[in-house]
């Protein structure tokens, strides 16, 4: 079973930067590919990013501003989220799947976090 901890999340003003992290137990995580996506009060969640082996895939609304990386040796994947906008204030969660289908889907995904909250003011 692979359980997944985020971290970092917060209150930030609009501009700023915040650095996410997820950190997996249990499976093999390098054989994973990582995804982070974000819920909004009322809205579905979002895909923001996702990166398998060499690739990172963005979400059209993060492109410029956010990217992902991952420390195999620490079995974490970070979420660099930079010129943080008002609109980007969600709960955020990092997921995992050893699957190789559609990576911006969030039934592909086997495994979540618990989701932190990341507030930007404007």
């Known amino acids: 079973q692979v359980q997944l901890v985020e971290s970092g999340g917060g209150l930030v003003q609009a501009g700023g930067s915040l650095r996410l992290s997820c950190t997996a137990s249990?499976?093999?995580?390098?054989?994973?590919?990582m995804g982070w996506f974000r819920q909004a009060p009322g809205k579905e969640r979002e895909f923001v990013i996702a990166?398998?082996?060499?690739?990172?895939y963005y979400g059209d609304s993060v492109k410029g501003r956010f990217t992902i990386s991952r420390d195999n040796a620490k079995n974490t994947v970070y979420l660099q989220m930079n010129s943080l906008k008002p609109e980007d204030t969600a709960v955020y969660y990092c997921a995992a799947t050893y699957g190789s289908g559609a990576y911006s889907d969030v039934k592909e995904y086997d495994y979540w976090g618990q989701g932190t909250q990341v507030t930007v003011s404007s």
């Open positions: 249990g499976g093999t995580f390098n054989s994973y590919t």
């Open positions: 990166n398998r082996r060499s690739w990172i």
